[in-house]
Nanobody, 125 residues
């Protein structure tokens, strides 16, 4: 069974920064593209950022471009989401997602196979 575990969420003031981490197995990091999604109360889950499995190419949702960066450390089997310039509208439950196998970056959540439980990010104004 694939385990995906997020960490690093918390409460931060507007304009602040947070770094989310996502840990998974070595197999996952060597073969899968990965991404971050988020879901705010009463809203649909939306794509935040993704990174391909091999080239490290990245893609970001329009609302976070220029503020968030995504990276992966395959040696540590960890995915990161560095968030800066946080806004109250960034408040959401953030999910780490795994997939597609040997894939590039997809914004469609249906392309992702495994999900973590989520880590809460709350940005106060």
């Amino acid at each position: 069974q694939v385990q995906v575990v997020e960490s690093g969420g918390g409460l931060v003031q507007a304009g602040g920064s947070l770094r989310l981490s996502c840990a998974a197995s070595a197999y996952i990091f060597s073969t899968y593209a990965m991404g971050w999604f988020r879901q705010a109360p009463g809203k649909e889950r939306e794509f935040v950022a993704g990174i391909s499995w091999s080239t490290g190419s990245t893609k970001f949702g329009d609302s976070v471009k220029g503020r968030f960066t995504i990276s992966r450390d395959n040696a540590k089997n960890t995915l990161y989401l560095q968030m800066t310039g946080l806004k109250p509208e960034d408040t959401a439950l953030y999910y780490c997602a795994v997939g597609p196998l040997y894939g590039g970056v997809w914004t469609d959540e249906k392309k992702y196979e495994y999900w973590g439980q989520g880590t809460q990010v709350t940005v106060s104004s």
